[in-house]
């Protein structure tokens, strides 16, 4: 499986999309084939004419005529920007032309300043409401000051960004709004937008997607990651924020405006392959609320509502056929992921509260076979009471099982099946 690094410090996360009560399927845009819809643009036209006003407009403007009948996202987005502006002189009063407002877009690294924790703070309030006791500078720091090392890397003789970023719009000399963004060797992600109240009718969340998929166009990285903007879905995950480095969840509302960029791919969560989100897929996650497109291929399912399968039919310890090339899980969940809104699974308390990812049957993650076979579990490094040792130096641990979630082999086990074989052996667990 390939770990997917959220925006929480160096933490990694691998969603458990089949049990989830809201589904996080990766989501990405192809750049170079990016096409801005009518509203994209007419957020984009709008916010050029409030920053550089009418007067400017009217007086200095060039090539308004072919402007108005192409559109060049490059130009679009940065013809605004202060330093990339003309100034031509007035002919009457031989001053300089300038714009109503001063706007400039810098990309900085991503370390603290109060600067930027004032405004997330301005953000969480007016955005998610929350309370000041819920909102500190540690855990600011923790989840969007903490990123990827920055470096650079060498493609075909141009320099590429690596790392975690902070893309910072400051208007008149204020930072009004952020994009927390990671660049790895093939994509631009974002991970998270905050942005002023005073800006809040502008729709930044479209201006700052346009922007970071012209960078992503321009430095070559072929694929742009949609993160969280102003998404929190806490009413929808039991209290938990869900601040995303590219997922789509179909049941939250707020972010459906991420199908409205095109074309978009969603990553089939059993076999790792990325299908397009067009109409089709998006029938079958209307209809369902888990979605494997490979799997509905494999059984001809159709895009339509399923009948209630019979629990008692299946069973969970039926190893299925041989797949090639194809991770697909055993028989038991050929139907029953398909159930529409899982109904029939409250009656059987083993499938609705499985004991550990490995009965869960958890679409990515290893078997216990495979874990036994490709990771030397024992020999995991572990931070201990200040001491690092191996698992297998625990009290206990030849005795322990790895299906026992409540003991250290099986809670070891289950880590390792989601994180793989070279993880575990570059990593130290501990424990805090």
Known sequence: MAPVKGPSGTYYYKPDIRNSCCPQYAIRLEVALFKSSRDQRQALNRWNKYLLGPDYISKAARDKKWLRNNFDLGHSV??????????????????????????????????????????????????????????SRDGFKFFLCSGLKQSTTDDNGKEKKLGS??????LDGKLVAMGVLDFLPHCVSSVYLMYHQDVKDWELGKLSALREILLATEGGYGYYYMGESTVSVRERCHDQYVRDTGYYIH???????KATYHP?????PETYTWDALNPDLLARLNLR????????????????????????EYSVNDPPPPQEN???????????DYVDAQQGLASNPFLVNPRSIFEAKTAGAMTVEEVERDISLGEWRVNFQDMEVQLQDLVGWDESEMWDSHSWKGMAAQLAALLGPELVRETIITFS
């Open 251 to 257: 049941s939250c509302t707020k972010m459906r405006y």
């Open 289 to 312: 609320k888990y979605v494997s497109l490979s799997r509905e291929r494999r059984l001809n399912i159709p895009a339509e509502p399923l009948p209630t399968p019979d629990i008692a």
């Open 326 to 336: 194809e991770r697909s899980g055993d028989s038991s969940w050929l139907f029953s």
């Open 78 to 135: 940065c013809c605004s920007e202060n330093e990339s502006l003309p100034k031509p002189l007035d002919p009457k009063s031989k001053e300089h032309i300038r714009p109503a407002h001063d706007f400039k877009v810098n990309l900085e690294p991503d370390k603290f300043t109060e600067e930027k924790f004032l405004l997330f703070k301005n953000f969480q309030k007016n955005v998610h409401r929350e309370k000041d006791s819920e909102i």
């Open 165 to 170: 970023y902070h893309q910072c719009y400051r």
């Open 264 to 268: 978009q791919y969603l990553l089939d």
